[in-house]
């Protein structure tokens, strides 16, 4: 698998604190069945951590897995808050992006036309949106066509395993559902940080879909887009977002 959410560099938000404890955690990834990770800090109000720093982070993580001969992919972008999607600077933006991409996340209480806001601001620079775990927010749990309208300008969905295997509560599983089992998803990832998301929830968030999506749809989301969307990291050929394939 690829996962294009993850918060594996030590030091900076509520992931890992030290060098070992990431490097334990990539373990666990491999364990898990994860061959490449997109890393993604947090870039907020909390943690507005400064992007070469997070790329010093990330160089010596490289190092440390070489040392101790973990062999885990890894690349660098962030976890854009709601509020420095629409406050930072695009330039600031820009410098954290996968590809054309930015990963955006959603909690529970943003509402409805803040997806049309990013998509509009983003595209001022030519860039486009992943909004990371929709399946929070109840304003789509009562909308889902914004969904819709977002895929239909470019954006991607990516649905999160703590999501999908009740790690946030019985209501959030069943709208994590919801979206996948109507193809309104575009990529499913861990955010894993450590003992408190571990990376085995994508594990076990992979063995739940195929039983329930089918085999195919698990590929195209945890495999076949997240690794396009990681090569548009050095080319310059888009990323073409497709409906999933589903067996059900």
């Known amino acids: 698998m690829v996962d294009t959410h993850c918060h594996l560099l030590p030091g900076l938000d509520d992931g890992p604190r030290t060098t070992g404890q990431a490097v334990d955690l990539a373990r666990e990834l491999l364990q898990a069945g994860v061959r490449s990770v997109l890393c993604t800090p947090h870039y907020s109000r909390q943690w507005a951590t400064p992007h070469p720093v997070a790329v010093a982070a990330h160089a010596k993580l490289l190092g440390a897995l070489e040392g101790a001969r973990v062999d885990l992919e890894t690349s660098v972008a962030a976890e854009v808050s709601t509020a420095f999607a629409v406050t930072a600077s695009l330039e600031d933006l820009a410098e954290r992006r996968v590809g054309r991409y930015v990963v955006v ?142 067996s059900s």
């Open 105 to 246: 996340e959603i909690y529970a209480d943003t509402p409805a036309p803040f997806f049309a806001t990013v998509i509009d601001r983003l595209a001022e620079v030519d860039l486009l949106p992943v909004f990371a775990h929709p399946e929070l927010a109840r304003s789509i749990e009562r909308r889902p066509e914004v969904v819709d309208d977002a895929r239909a300008r470019g954006a991607l969905i990516q649905v999160l395993a703590p999501g999908i295997v009740g790690f946030w509560g019985p209501a959030v599983a069943a709208h994590a559902w919801d979206l996948l089992e109507a193809d309104r998803v575009d990529l499913v990832a861990s955010d894993a940080h450590g003992p408190r998301r571990p990376a085995r929830h994508l594990a076990r968030a992979a063995e739940m879909m195929a039983q329930r999506i089918g085999p195919a749809a698990v590929e195209d989301l945890t495999e076949t887009r997240p690794a396009a969307l990681i090569r548009s990291l050095s080319r310059d050929d888009s990323y073409v977002v497709a409906p999933p394939t589903s």
